[in-house]
Every structure is written in C-alpha cells, then in structure tokens.
C-alpha cells in the first residue's frame, strides 16, 4: 500500500524527474511564477535545469529564457505538459527563429 496525502500518492521526486528528463513541463515556484519548458537534467539534490522556457505569472506571460536552474526548495510542484501547450511552445520559439539554433546545441 503506497503513502497518500489528501488521496494524492506521494512518490519518490529522484526517478520521478528523470522519466520527465527531454519532456516539456510546467513547473510552479514558490513565490509564484510557472516555468514552461523541456526539463534537460535533475541531480541528486533535485535541483532542476529547464531550457526553451516560458515565465509566466498568473496567465500573463512575462519573458522567454533559454536556460534556467532553479534549487529544489524553490519548486512547489512540476509535471508533464500536454502535447497541444508543447506544441504551443515549440511554436512560440520557432517564430522567434531560434528553435532550431537549440535544437542544434543540445
């Protein structure tokens, strides 16, 4: 029988965030922001890198980075987007012509 919290499983974070590892993700941060962006590695301190990432704050978006870092103790929760907001994303990046300069680096 697995642990719950409010009838919401609680699952280990570490292998958690390598099967999202090359997958688009939303990511909310404590003070409030939501992250949009394909989530390139976690390490052993759940310290997360996102590139091709959407700041948001409410629904307002508010900037574009290619790289961020962001500490575990910042991230309230993440998950895995659905395929019509990553096609929204690759989109959005791919009329600022730099998609595919990325793509190429990674």
């Not at 052993?44 to 700041?55: A, C, F, G, K, T």
């Not at 704050?57 to 790289?67: Q, V």
């Not at 309230?76 to 998609?99: A, P």
Request: contains cysteine.
């Amino acid at each position: 029988m697995s642990a719950t919290v409010d009838n919401v499983p609680i699952v280990n974070p570490r292998p958690f965030l390598r099967s999202l590892v090359g997958k688009w993700v939303i990511m909310k941060l404590k003070w409030g922001l939501t992250l949009k962006g394909r989530l390139v590695i976690s390490d052993q301190y759940v310290n997360i890198q996102l590139d091709l990432v959407e700041i948001y704050d409410g629904e307002t978006l508010l900037s574009h980075t290619h790289t961020i870092l962001i500490r575990c103790n910042s991230m309230v929760y993440i998950h895995e987007l659905h395929d019509e907001e990553c096609e929204k994303i690759v989109s959005n990046w791919q009329s600022r012509g730099e998609f595919h300069e990325i793509q190429q680096q990674g």
